[in-house]
C-alpha cells in the first residue's frame, strides 16, 4: 500500500491510491458530514499528503499509521461500517498519526467552498459588500414566529389622579409644615457646585 524509499531517500516516500483513499476514509470517519460528497474529504486528503512532505517524521508516522489501521481489524478499514471504523480510530487516538491528520484536517477542512455551501455558510462578506444590506438578519432558518393580536379594545387613559408641581418648592420647604402643593419660582440651588466655606461641627 505504501512504497518508502531506501534509507538514504526516506524523503521520496509515496502514497498509492489505496493508502489515499484509506485516508480519505479515515477523515470521513473523523469529521462526519453525511450531506458532503466526496470531493472535499478527497481534497483534504491532499492537502495532508502535501503538508506531510515538509516533515521526514510526518512522512513516516502517516505511513505506519496507514498501516496500522488495516492490522487492528480483519476487513480493510476502508470496508468498515461507520461504527466499526469508529472504534478503531479510537483505539489509535493518542498516536502521532492521528494527531497530524486531526491537527491538520481542523484547520483546512472548513475552508473549502463546498463543505460552506453545504453547512449554510455564505462565505466572507467584504468582497460582496458587506453584510448590511445582504439579508445578514433574515430568519429564514427559524419557523414563523406566532404572534396573536388581542380583539380587545384599548382602554382610554384619564387625567392623573394627583396633582403635578410645575415649579421648586420654598427653601426650607417641610411637606409637614408647609403641605405639598406650597410652590415657589425660585430655581433650585446646584446640588453639584461645590462651596468654599467648611463648617465647623461637634464631632463625636
Avoid at 51 to 66: D, H, I, K, N, V
Avoid at 100 to 125: C, I, K, N
Avoid at 140 to 161: A, K, M, Q
Wanted: with cysteine; proline share 7%.
Amino acid at each position: 500500500m505504501v512504497y518508502p524509499a531506501k534509507y538514504s531517500a526516506l524523503n521520496a516516500l509515496a502514497l498509492t491510491d489505496e493508502a489515499k483513499r484509506t485516508l480519505t476514509r479515515v477523515i470521513r470517519v473523523a469529521f462526519p458530514h453525511p450531506q458532503l460528497p466526496d470531493g472535499p474529504y478527497e481534497r483534504m486528503t491532499e492537502k495532508i499528503v502535501a503538508e506531510a512532505e515538509s516533515s521526514t517524521w510526518f512522512r513516516m508516522a502517516l505511513t505506519q499509521g496507514l498501516l496500522t489501521l488495516n492490522s487492528l481489524s480483519e476487513e480493510p478499514f476502508v470496508d468498515l461500517p461507520d461504527e466499526a471504523a469508529l472504534n478503531v480510530l479510537r483505539r489509535i487516538a493518542d498516536l502521532e498519526f492521528f494527531g497530524f491528520v486531526r491537527r491538520t484536517t481542523v484547520l483546512h477542512f472548513y475552508d473549502d467552498p463546498e463543505v460552506w455551501q453545504a453547512l449554510g455558510y455564505e462565505g466572507e462578506s467584504f468582497s460582496k459588500g458587506g453584510y448590511l444590506h445582504r439579508g445578514f438578519d433574515d430568519l429564514d432558518w427559524l419557523p414563523d414566529p406566532r404572534v396573536e393580536e388581542s380583539e380587545e379594545e384599548l382602554p382610554e387613559c384619564g387625567p392623573l389622579g394627583y396633582r403635578v408641581t410645575t415649579a421648586a418648592p420654598k427653601e426650607g420647604w417641610n411637606l409637614d409644615q408647609q403641605g405639598a402643593s406650597e410652590t415657589t419660582d425660585k430655581p433650585f440651588s446646584d446640588l453639584f457646585k461645590g462651596s468654599d466655606v467648611v463648617e465647623t461641627g461637634e464631632t463625636a
